[in-house]
């Protein structure tokens, strides 16, 4: 299995900034993914981190929002910009291998927009 | 869409009382199936998972899952539960065919157990 940790682990924002959360697993892996988890609400996919390509958003998700970078196979960032009280919320990192088709997650990031 | 639900999004047991959270999805096709677990602050981790062959699959710490294909359901069942197993529990579905090939979270279900 894959060792993930996330940075920060949890911040509180000012409407209008952009915070950055940084992802690094311990080893390469194939795949690379970040969510969002509202209070009480399930996880929700917000895009595939491609290795040396942009990223592959979900419907209701955009690059201008959530830039991502992943410049290599172990790293990933998600930034969340301009942010506003509805991005408040537990931001999750997860990585994964094609082959064995699992899916590990880090700690997450609890972010407070206030 | 396909989506995943999950029945009970509370439930409140004493140890030694058996466990059954349901979960069914929607869709048609192939499928991998997960439940993963949340410990009060901890991260999510993997429970079992069910990609073919027996469709009864035992996971860590005495669950199991059975997988339905009829009913399109995968419920997870203890026998016993115990004060520690306190979480949130997490059905998750990986469609294998179709254009979309990424994990569906169910809502969650939060259990508590009390001694």
């Known amino acids: 299995s894959a060792v993930i940790s996330q940075k920060p682990s949890r911040d509180i924002c000012q409407r209008g900034t952009s915070l950055t959360i940084q992802c690094q697993v311990d080893?390469?892996?194939?795949?690379m993914f970040w969510y969002r988890q509202q209070p009480g609400q399930s996880l929700t996919l917000i895009a595939t981190?491609?290795?040396?390509?942009?990223?592959?958003?979900e419907s209701g998700f955009v690059i201008d929002k959530f830039p991502i970078s992943r410049p290599n196979l172990t790293f990933s960032t998600l930034t969340v910009s301009n942010m506003s009280p509805e991005d408040s919320s537990i931001y999750l990192c997860?990585?994964?291998?094609?082959?064995?088709?699992?899916?590990?997650f880090g700690p997450g990031t609890r972010l407070t927009v206030l | 869409a396909q989506s995943v639900s999950q029945h009970n999004h509370h439930v409140i047991l004493s140890e030694a009382a058996s466990l059954e959270l349901g979960c069914n999805y929607s869709?048609?096709?192939?499928?991998?199936l997960f439940w993963y677990v949340q410990y009060p602050g901890q991260h999510l981790q993997l429970l079992l998972k069910?990609?073919?062959?027996?469709?009864l699959v035992k996971g860590i710490k005495g669950f199991e899952a059975e997988f339905i294909k009829s009913k399109f359901s995968f419920n997870l069942r203890k026998p016993s539960v115990q004060w520690s197993d306190t979480a949130e529990y997490f059905c998750?579905?990986?469609?294998?065919?179709?254009?979309?090939?990424?994990?569906?979270f169910g809502a969650g279900t939060r259990l508590a157990v009390h001694p």
């Open positions: 997860s990585s994964g291998a094609v082959k064995r088709d699992e899916q590990f």
């Open positions: 080893s390469q892996v194939t795949m």
């Open positions: 981190a491609n290795q040396g390509s942009e990223a592959t958003y």
């Open positions: 869709y048609g096709g192939t499928v991998n």
């Open positions: 069910y990609f073919s062959g027996d469709p």
């Open positions: 998750a579905v990986k469609p294998q065919t179709g254009g979309y090939n990424k994990l569906i």
